[in-house]
């Protein structure tokens, strides 16, 4: 459910075709042209108690400056993915207390920026440069890929676009149950729909306004029977008494849902985050119970649980998984070779052999859509 209460746009956007389309959809909340969209969101966090809440009621449409697609920043002296970041919207209207993004935009408000053309003409430049390369690109890393999408209708633009490539993959990540307009785009197998999953408590107690785990599943069952590659990713995984059964019954409700030969990738990753996130948390959601655990302060700074912690629930969901399909492409997501050692026996070693991993993975499920 997405409670935008305004809009905000940059008067040098109003005559553009995606923004007259988004106003047509959103004739039904106030619209303000306005040139100075920084101070909207200067006010915002000077005089507003809670600015982080109240932007996400806010719309900006903005010009955006500098590259419209970037390299996942990944994190220090732990293997990253090399997935590609397209920035079409930041921020996001749900509210996890764990969500990074309230300590890290310093614009609060949810953000869209509508040159699709220039960011189809930055991933063509990228992907031509190395066509021997598979490369990863999608939206869900600074907000959610499909909560806003049937408004902004960057998917309806992009998946025929990834449809034509070779070398290129897009993935659209979400919380939501927002599926209905992908369902008859032509994919041709090329964008991986995916889903954070979490135990329904979590979701209940954690996850504000995302959909509920039945809606997300029942969303993932209808993108694959649409025939499109379909991801999980159980990130955060919060660790507290009872986790394992509450996680086991996530897995097999999973596959309640869904083959597993429909299933591109999981990752697992544990609740991470900057030491200054716990406060910002810990006011806004003060009946949250997941930052009262033992954090430590990783090498790049960040707090995780202990690692024995980490390894073991790597290690069981990574048996409950393969329980259904021994060979479930799952990784894990910003960790250190020793625990990829621990958990599985082997480690990509680094970036670049993790990235490999991905090639092979991706073209195996291309080979069986042409
Ligand atoms: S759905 Fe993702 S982007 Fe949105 S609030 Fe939750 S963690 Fe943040």
Known sequence: MVLLKEVYVDPSLEANPIVQRIRQGLNHLPWHSRADLDRVIQELLSFHADPCGAGKHILLIRPFQ???????PGTMNHICCNYKIINVVTNCPMDCSYCILQSYLNNPCVTFYPEFAEV??????IIEKHPHRIFRFGTGELGDSLILDGIVGFADEAIPFFAAKKNAILELKTKSAEVDHLLFLNHRGRTVVSWSLNPLRIIEEEE???????????????????????????????YYP???????TVVDLLFEHIE?????????????????????????????RIFSGELIPGEDGKLRYLKPIRVEMYQRMVSWLRAYDGGLFIYLCMERADVWQEVFGS????????????????????KGVQ
């Open 347 to 366: 480690t990509p070693g680094n970036t670049e052999g993790l990235n490999r991993r991905f090639e092979e993975c991706v073209v195996r499920f291309m």
């Open 242 to 248: 009872g986790w394992e059964d509450d996680y086991r």
């Open 260 to 288: 597993p030969r429909q299933v591109m990738w999981v990752s697992l990753g544990g609740l991470r985050y900057p030491p200054f996130l716990k406060q910002v948390a810990q006011e806004r959601f003060p009946g949250s």
């Open 120 to 125: 189809f003409r930055e991933i063509e430049e």
């Open 208 to 238: 504000h306004l995302a959909a509920p785990l039945g809606e997300r599943l029942q969303a993932a069952r209808l993108c694959a029977d649409a025939g499109y590659p379909v991801g999980f990713h159980f990130d955060p995984l919060i």
């Open 66 to 72: 500098g590259r419209l697609v970037k390299n996942c």
